[in-house]
């Protein structure tokens, strides 16, 4: 079985060998869809096996302090969600090539002004900015579509099959949190609470950020430095973010409320700014998936969960001093050197 960390050792205690083997078949089946997504988003950073694999060590850390609590049949949607909750973003040649024809392109451009004046001035064949932005949208949409065509039996667990949960957590990760509020997340299911695996979900992708998910040799290939396009200028700015960042660190013996510590070393104050920025959404998304912790389950209502950020290890490289050697921050937090 492949090393998942605490998640694995959760499901390794799962009696059937059978449900262990069809989690790894559907993992092995993700990771091949994953590798199609960089072909219909060339300039984005990583969403491949790469980003499933610290999602689930990000999961594993956040559910440390009560990871004696998680029950098999949860940590096998968690690994799962994990590999495919991106999987959407992944379209052949030909899907790509169809677009155009969809339904629901139709109604995407209905709703956005810029994408349908673009798609117009092109005679009617959507550019690749407008299709990227599509694919995006309906990624979380489209699990069930690379769902539906695994074998099903891998998404059986015993008797009933998972494709249902899955889909449901997967699709979370792009909805509101409040969502997670809704019946739909009843806390039981064949003893699994799916909204404590959807927030585990949501706070471990928005806290994979850091060098692993853009690599200085793929951002160099890319050339996003000279943007040449909106879209590439837009990428530019999200590598720099990643490329910047050493990530978050966890305590030891994290308390509810517990703060994590993020290092980043940006070397220009855009960049910096960018970073400051994104923290504050995830301090957002933090708090409120605290709130929805509270109508998860009894077992992890009182799991600790991360309020804070400590950016007192975001080191400015490229700020330049004053002439007495220091560097200064204004009313928000930006280092600058007036």
Known sequence: MTDWGPLGEVLAAE???ENQANVGKLADRAEDLLKLVRETFPTYTLHDEQHAENVIALMGKLAAPRIDQMRPLEAALLILAAYFHDAGMAYTAEEIAAIADEDEFRSFLDGDDEAFVATERSGGVP????IERYCRARHADRVWTHLEECDP????????????????????????????????????HRKA???????????????????????????????????GTPEAATSD???????????????????????????????????????????????????????????????????PLPAEIDTSTI????????????????????????
């Open 15 to 17: 009696p059937s060998r």
């Open 127 to 130: 550019p690749t900015g407008v």
């Open 153 to 188: 039996s891998w998404l059986r667990w015993g008797a009933a099959s998972i494709i249902e949960p899955l889909a449901l957590i997967c699709r979370s990760h792009n909805e509101p949190a409040t969502a997670l509020n809704e019946e739909r997340f009843k806390k039981d």
């Open 193 to 227: 609470d799916l909204r404590f695996c959807a927030i585990m979900l949501r706070l471990a992708d928005i806290l994979d950020f850091d060098q692993s998910r853009a690599p200085r040799v793929i951002y160099d290939l890319l050339g996003l430095a000279r943007h």
């Open 237 to 303: 700015a999200e590598w720099q973010k990643h490329l910047a960042a050493g990530g978050f660190e966890f305590p030891e013996n994290p308390q509810r409320g517990y703060s994590l510590q993020f290092v980043a070393g940006p070397t220009n104050p855009g960049v910096e700014h960018d970073l400051r920025s994104f923290l504050e959404v995830v301090r957002e998304e933090l708090l409120r998936c605290r709130t929805i912790a509270d109508n998860c389950d009894d077992r992890w209502r009182t799991l």
């Open 315 to 338: 080191t400015s490289h490229g700020t330049p001093q004053l002439p007495d050697g220091s560097r200064r921050k204004d009313e928000n937090g930006w280092w600058w050197s007036r």
